[in-house]
């Protein structure tokens, strides 16, 4: 069981993963709208990839036989600048969820909640992996500057990305 200091604290990062899948969902929508189709495949992979860490989260309440509580969701964002700050969300964001999770292994720790700061690994080693993605295609898309072609060279390549990647 986890305490409910734990309990309240896993149930705020199950909402802030939902959240994340909303705000990549609305990126794609925002790259639908600019007829950027790759790009909009790739956030909505990654909508998708939220979505399934929150349920990580959801599911491991319940084995530890606590209350999930799902709370409103803040509307998202829906437009930006351009492709360049869309990424350039996309790693503020992912550096504010790694703060989130850093917060959580401090918390399971504390609480000395040992079974939490192993489960909570997973979740160390992905923001890692987030946080490089983000920074790698933010690089791209730097390169890419105002050259039309070499955006439609990252719109096809983001488009060849599916749900393992």
Do not use: C
């Not at 790694?98 to 160390?124: P, R, S, Y």
Request: overall charge negative; glycine content about 4%; cysteine-free.
């Amino acid at each position: 069981m986890v305490n409910e200091k734990m309990e309240a604290a896993l149930n705020a990062q199950l909402n802030a993963e939902v959240y994340s899948g909303y705000l990549y969902l609305s990126m794609a929508a925002y790259f639908e709208d600019v007829d950027l189709a790759g790009f909009a495949n790739w956030m909505r992979v990654q909508a998708a990839e939220e979505l399934e860490h929150g349920m990580k989260f959801y599911d491991y309440l319940i084995r530890r036989g606590a209350s999930v509580t799902l709370t409103a969701i803040d509307a998202p964002q829906t437009e930006w600048e351009s492709p360049l700050a869309a990424f350039e969300h996309v790693l503020e964001h992912e550096k504010m969820v790694t703060g989130l999770i850093n917060d959580l292994v401090d918390l399971a720790i504390e609480e000395k909640d040992h079974a939490t700061n192993n489960f909570l690994q997973w979740f160390v080693e992905e923001q890692v992996e987030e946080e490089e993605n983000a920074m790698e295609n933010l690089a791209k898309l730097k390169l890419a500057g105002d050259d039309n072609s070499l955006l439609y060279k990252l719109n096809e390549e983001f488009a060849g990305r599916g749900a393992a990647e």
